[in-house]
T-cell receptor, first 111, second 116 residues
Framework: DAKTTQPTSMDCAEGRAANLPCNHSTISGNEYVYWYRQIHSQGPQYIIHGLKNNETNEMASLIITEDRKSSTLILPHATLRDTAVYYC????????????FGKGTKLTVNP | DAGVIQSPRHEVTEMGQEVTLRCKPISGHDYLFWYRQTMMRGLELLIY????????DSGMPEDRFSAKMPNASFSTLKIQPSEPRDSAVYFC??????????????FGPGTRLLVL
């Protein structure tokens, strides 16, 4: 599986957009980008995933660069409850169901 | 749906004792995963099952750890004998291969294990 690089921590003001970057320069053509988050003391939670097109759901938007070597998770209006560790993971669609979690980005949303 | 259920939520035991962690996956899911999370090592996959069969146990730290899945609705992770370095949060997760998106795992609340 391709490795990912994320900043260790980020801060964001409540109500503002939070933009979390992820580098995955060795991503393969059949690998998807997944984002999970882990709120303190809880299990990780799926947020969104994509292959090459930008994606949006009720939680977030995912912007993937044209060369697919990096992506950005966008929380459009961050709230205090969005304070969590955000994990960017790349894995093939189908095949092994394994997810390999890195260290992620600790996002702190400040009032 | 109740989600993934884990028990106990907290466990305190003494070194050398046997510890059994339990997991009930979401009904209909065909994959089950056991993870361990520590500050030092982060979130590590220990073992996962497909249709009750262990597929990859390469993350199991040593022979003191064992996992079983006797049926589709129940799995156990056993540590015998336990050691202080086993102190961690243990998560169980499940997924359904034919769901969309594939790769979406649903995590339980975790079991916080402290070995004294």
């Amino acid at each position: 599986d391709a490795k990912t690089t994320q900043p260790t921590s980020m801060d964001c003001a409540e109500g503002r957009a939070a933009n979390l970057p992820c580098n995955h320069s060795t991503i393969s053509g059949n690998e998807y980008v997944y984002w999970y988050r882990q709120i303190h003391s809880q299990g990780p939670q799926y947020i969104i995933h994509g292959l090459k097109n930008n994606e949006t759901n009720e939680m977030a938007s995912l912007i993937i660069t044209e060369d697919r070597k990096s992506s950005t998770l966008i929380l459009p209006h961050a709230t205090l409850r969005d304070t969590a560790v955000y994990y960017c993971i790349v894995r093939p669609q189908g095949g092994s169901e394994k997810l390999v979690f890195g260290k992620g980005t600790k996002l702190t949303v400040n009032p | 749906d109740a989600g993934v259920i884990q028990s106990p939520r907290h466990e305190v035991t003494e070194m050398g004792q046997e510890v059994t962690l339990r997991c009930k996956p979401i009904s209909g899911h065909d994959y089950l995963f056991w993870y361990r999370q520590t500050m030092m090592r982060g979130l590590e996959l220990l073992i996962y099952f497909n249709n009750n069969v262990p597929i990859d146990d390469s993350g199991m730290p040593e022979d003191r750890f064992s996992a079983k899945m006797p049926n589709a609705s129940f799995s156990t992770l056993k540590i015998q004998p336990s050691e202080p370095r086993d102190s961690a949060v243990y998560f169980c997760a499940s997924s359904f291969y034919r769901s969309y998106p594939s790769g979406t795992q649903y995590f339980g609340p975790g079991t916080r294990l402290l070995v004294l």
